[in-house]
Nanobody, 118 residues
Framework: VQLQASGGGLVQAEGSLRLSCSAS????????MGWFRQAPGKGREFVAS???????FISDPLKGRLTISGDLAKSTVDLQMHSLRPDDTGVYYC?????????????WGQGTLVTVSS
């Protein structure tokens, strides 16, 4: 599976940004798509995910400031972020979970940089 993420960039604090990710290749077995992020000098952390039947999960600290949407059948997921803060700065990675003969496999995109200026 190849993942293509887009939408990152520079935004001022309190601004909004929309990230998009699409998967191609063996995408028929996708069971979840989501986003993680990695701030400078920190580990990668969960942001939000979209599962089967439209179930969404959002990191508790981020609830109220972002929305995840998409269509697993079309292998797309979007992340709409509002009221951005400088500590939202980081590389945002798209992640796909697929069911294979060996179980669930995770695929990662190359990441898109989000920079929030104060």
């Amino acid at each position: 599976v190849q993942l293509q993420a887009s939408g990152g960039g520079l935004v001022q604090a309190e601004g909004s940004l929309r990230l998009s990710c699409s998967a191609s290749g063996s995408s028929a077995s996708i069971v979840a798509m989501g986003w993680f992020r990695q701030a400078p000098g920190k580990g990668r952390e969960f942001v939000a995910s979209l599962g089967l039947n439209g179930r969404t999960f959002i990191s508790d600290p981020l609830k109220g400031r972002l929305t995840i949407s998409g269509d697993l059948a079309k292998s797309t997921v979007d992340l709409q972020m509002h009221s951005l803060r400088p500590d939202d700065t980081g590389v945002y990675y798209c992640k796909v979970d697929r069911v294979t003969g060996s179980g669930v496999v995770a695929d990662w995109g190359q990441g898109t940089l989000v920079t929030v200026s104060s």
